[in-house]
């Protein structure tokens, strides 16, 4: 009887135990490996979750104004040298501070008589927000550009300089079609023999930029019949 007591008392002291599991060279009992087991599967969780919650944002645009002769934000003037007017407009976009860079180009006025006078400073063409539609009045071509910028309209106002060629007229005039898209690059150049006289723009809220058109003329000299019809004092 004491035997068989013994022995039974050995098997629940043995089956109370922990087991134990040889992993490599650890030993690891049930009740190590089902911790173990929690935390990894707590870890796995947890790494999900915070697959799952981290979002992604775009990259800040890189503001670019290699080429340009204006900063985004800062207000500019532009003129060309004397007896040049302006043949070349070029810009850049960028939608941090919904501005653009400037870049002009201006060509030397040739012909006889062809001098350019009369200059003068246009007032502010649009509002902030505004349409834009300017011409350089008698017959004068454009020769520079002021303008100035505002953050919490997301716009420019805009001069022009004025400059009248001599005794020439403006003839076979025309507009172009915008000259960019929405928050795109602006390239334009005068084609040979046009001269520019004006600029038309509209402003789109939602892209918070313009798209930009210009008036383009050839000139001819002007006879002194006209000269006494057009009377410009």
Partial sequence: MLLAFSMMILLAVTNAAPSTLRVGEEVLSSQDRDRRHAVEATTNVSR????????????????????????????????CAKNQVISSVTSSYCSSPSDRAWAFGCKVLTGDDLELNECFWSPYINDFGGIMAFQCPFNSLITGFYSTFRDDKNDRRWKVKC???GSYLAYNCLTTIESNEWNDDLNFSSPSGYFMRGIHSDF????????????LCKMKTESTENRDRYNYG
């Fill in 48 to 79: 999900q979750n915070v697959g799952l919650d981290v979002t992604t944002t775009a990259p800040t645009p890189t503001c670019n104004t290699t080429g340009k002769e204006t900063e985004f934000g800062d207000p500019f003037t532009f003129e």
């Fill in 163 to 165: 400059c009248r060629p």
């Fill in 204 to 215: 789109s809220t939602g892209k918070r930029d313009r798209r930009y058109q210009f008036d």
